[in-house]
Each structure stands twice: as C-alpha cells, then as structure tokens.
C-alpha cells in the first residue's frame, strides 16, 4: 500500500515538478485532462485543484470561479 502524501499548496513554480512526480504532466500535455466540473481540458496555466483520488488516480477543478465554488459547495455536503 503506497502511503499518503498531504499536500496543502504548490506554487505556480513548482507546479510542473509535481506534476511529473505524479506521471500527469504528458496526459496535461496531450489534453487528456478534464475539469470534473464543466469538463474544460485541463492546462498548465488553468489547474486550480488537484484532488487524490483511490488507486492513484487524481482529478482536477480548472481556475473557473463558477467551477472551484461548485466544487467546494459538493465537497461541503458530503458526509
């Protein structure tokens, strides 16, 4: 079992590193990333969130306000 890393905030700079730690960075690069919430693809200069989800895998909010508050009000309901 892989153990569990908490990231709170990453800097613009120091994005793309982090990026390639996870092996995200050519999937961004292709396009093949999308925005949970309105499905825009998902690029360098729009990611706003990166969430962890099971089995490795991480979904991304783009920087569309109307999207990270979407985001948070779902994340406020659940349980």
């Known amino acids: ?13 120091e994005l ?3 990026l390639l730690s996870l092996n995200e960075i050519e999937p961004i690069n292709n396009g093949e990333r999308m925005c949970i919430v309105c499905s825009k693809v998902i690029t ?14 991480i979904e991304y909010v783009c920087d569309s ?3 990270v508050e979407a985001y948070n009000r779902k994340k406020e309901t659940k349980p």
């Open 16 to 18: 793309q590193n982090l």
């Open 65 to 67: 306000p109307t999207c």
């Open 44 to 57: 360098l200069e729009n990611i706003q969130l990166l969430i962890p989800r099971s089995g490795n895998s």
């Open 1 to 13: 079992m892989q153990e569990k890393k908490k990231i709170r905030a990453v800097f613009k700079e």
